[in-house]
């Protein structure tokens, strides 16, 4: 099975419905099942090396949405397969169009056309969507009951369910 390596939060974002949307800097032709692998190194962790000593409140605030979403006060699991999706489609981010600066709609392009899709605030904050990226939709999410520990790869890779 196909398998695709997220950070956390978003993997468990994905893996509990709440993020429909996993965008991208680049684009992929595969469509059909594919596992959702959370990655062993910590978002914050790669945050720490990029900008020590340096925490915002919104991270602050952005990591306890994140577990009230989550219902989860613990750690979230790291270094497995938490989950099992449909990759749908990979569309390229086109045009965003605001109001006060904050994007509402986001214009990809679908089946040779030009599509304009209502992106919820929530949905914003949990992606980079920038023109020029890529929204891979996922559908059909299934989490698992216990998390599978493995090792990710970058890109898409081969995971094999054994």
């Keep these: 099975m196909k398998a695709l390596t997220i950070y956390q939060p978003y993997a468990s974002l994905v893996a509990v419905r709440a993020k429909r949307f996993d965008t991208h800097t680049w684009y992929t032709s595969y469509r059909g099942p594919i596992a959702i692998h959370a990655a062993k190194k910590r978002v914050e962790d790669v945050l720490d090396?990029?900008?020590?000593?340096?925490?915002?409140?919104?991270?602050?605030?952005f990591v306890s949405t994140i577990r009230v979403i989550l219902g989860q006060e613990g750690d979230l699991p790291h270094g497995a397969i938490i989950a099992k999706a449909q990759l749908v489609g990979c569309y390229k981010i086109s045009h965003i169009q605001e109001t006060a600066g904050t994007p509402i709609e986001v214009g990809y392009w679908k089946q040779g056309g030009m599509v304009w899709c209502d992106i919820s605030e929530q949905e914003q904050l949990f992606g980079n969507w920038s023109a020029g990226n890529y929204a891979w939709e996922l559908q059909n999410v299934i989490p698992l009951d216990e998390p599978i520990p493995c090792r990710g790869y970058q890109r898409i890779w081969n995971w094999d369910e054994r």
């Design 49 to 61: 090396e990029m900008f020590p000593d340096y925490i915002t409140p919104f991270e602050v605030a």
